[in-house]
């Protein structure tokens, strides 16, 4: 399996067709961007790292029964993925407060939540990526209700399943977002889960070990991703 034409270029990662309809290859590249796009940077290693890191969780999540685009890796930094109709909505879940959470409401950062706090961001980065609700999700048929309640379902399920892996390597699982997309007919999840887009704190010592380094220019972004690979054993090649 090899990447043909160009599908598809994000912020950080490219799709390519294959000479299979239902797959493409993802390549994870060194591109690092905050604020919606505004500042981007090149990071050594880090679109293996993050490919590998992906393979990992996709893996560990497809093990506890959640559908997931992953099918393998192909190289360091690309995998083989099912090729989904995307739904342009961002699940996230909170289990401390952070980041926008803690600008929008004023409150304090670290606020336990219990149970989990979901919420939904349209993909949309000229308009910052707002909030919306299901009922928005609703309305502009973006996904069915059904779709809406499976992807809430398996969001929650997903963050079980993290939270207690990251806990057992020392790791708080603060929060993160995932995507979803269709194929033939039913709901997976795609795009990627890596420390681009959740956020994990040391439980000891309290510190960063994701993409804040970046937004927050605390240098050490690629360390803290490798530091947070080795806990969990995956062995990288990077
Ligand atoms: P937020 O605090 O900026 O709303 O982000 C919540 C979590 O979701 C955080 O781990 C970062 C992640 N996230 C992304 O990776 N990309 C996005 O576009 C958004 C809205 C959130
Ligand atoms: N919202 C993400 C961030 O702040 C997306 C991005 O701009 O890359 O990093």
Redesign the pocket.
């Known amino acids: 399996m090899k990447a043909l034409d160009l599908l598809y270029q994000g912020?950080a990662k490219s799709a390519y067709l294959t000479d299979d309809p239902d797959l493409v290859v993802l390549r994870f590249r060194d591109d690092t961007?905050?604020?919606?796009?505004e500042v981007i940077e090149q990071l050594v290693d880090k679109g293996a790292i993050n490919n590998q890191f992906n393979g990992f969780i996709m893996e560990a999540l497809g093990a506890a029964g959640i559908p997931t685009h992953f099918e393998k890796l192909l190289n360091a930094n690309e995998s083989v993925v099912k090729r989904l109709d995307m739904i342009p909505v961002e699940c996230v879940v909170r289990n401390q407060a952070a980041g926008s959470l803690v600008r929008r409401l004023g409150i304090e950062e670290g606020l336990s939540f219990d149970p989990p706090l979901f919420e939904l961001f349209l993909k949309n980065?000229e308009l910052h990526?707002p909030m919306i609700t299901e009922h928005h999700v609703e309305a502009f048929r973006w996904a069915t209700r059904a779709e809406m309640a499976t992807m809430h379902d398996l969001t929650l399920r997903v963050n079980e399943v993290l939270r207690a892996m990251f806990f057992d390597v020392g790791l708080l699982l603060v929060d993160f977002k995932i995507e979803f997309g269709r194929f033939h007919g039913e709901i997976f999840l795609g795009d990627e889960f890596s420390p681009d887009g959740c956020r994990l704190w040391d439980i000891e010592t309290g510190e960063k070990k994701d993409?804040d380094r970046f937004?927050q220019g605390l240098g050490g972004v690629v360390e803290a991703y490798r530091d947070v690979s080795e806990r969990l054993g995956i062995k990288l090649d990077a």
């Open positions: 912020k961007s905050a604020f919606d796009g980065d990526d993409k937004r």
